[in-house]
Nanobody, 113 residues
Framework: QVQFVESGGGLVQPGGSLKLSCAVS????????MSWYRQAPGKQRELVAS???????NYADSVKGRFTISRDNAKKTVYLQMNSLKPEDTAVYYC???????WGEGTLVTVSS
């Protein structure tokens, strides 16, 4: 029984920051890579960032230099720090456990003045 608790979404002004959290139970968290995806209105779901079990990271070009993915294995939690937010970052953000393809429920991020 895999469970997700996602938090940190909300409304923020352009140029602002948010930090998303995703706590996962029901797996041996430390052995899995984790990813954040997002889906904007009228668009397909896209990969935003990923982090391996060894903490190697990769980012979509659109967020490189602005977003940082990290993990805390003791808390079984993956984070996405989002800085310099733009209106085009508005989307539902989803947490994913790699390889086994488990998904969280999603949290809404709205960037607007």
């Amino acid at each position: 029984q895999v469970q997700f608790v996602e938090s940190g979404g909300g409304l923020v002004q352009p140029g602002g920051s948010l930090k998303l959290s995703c706590a996962v139970s029901g797996i041996i968290f430390r052995v899995y890579g984790m990813s954040w995806y997002r889906q904007a209105p009228g668009k397909q779901r896209e990969l935003v960032a990923s982090i391996s079990s060894g903490e190697n990271t990769n980012y979509a070009d659109s967020v490189k230099g602005r977003f940082t993915i990290s993990r805390d294995n003791a808390k079984k939690t993956v984070y996405l720090q989002m800085n310099s937010l733009k209106p085009e970052d508005t989307a539902v953000y989803y947490c994913r456990v790699n390889s086994v393809n488990y998904w969280g429920e999603g949290t809404l991020v709205t960037v607007s003045s």
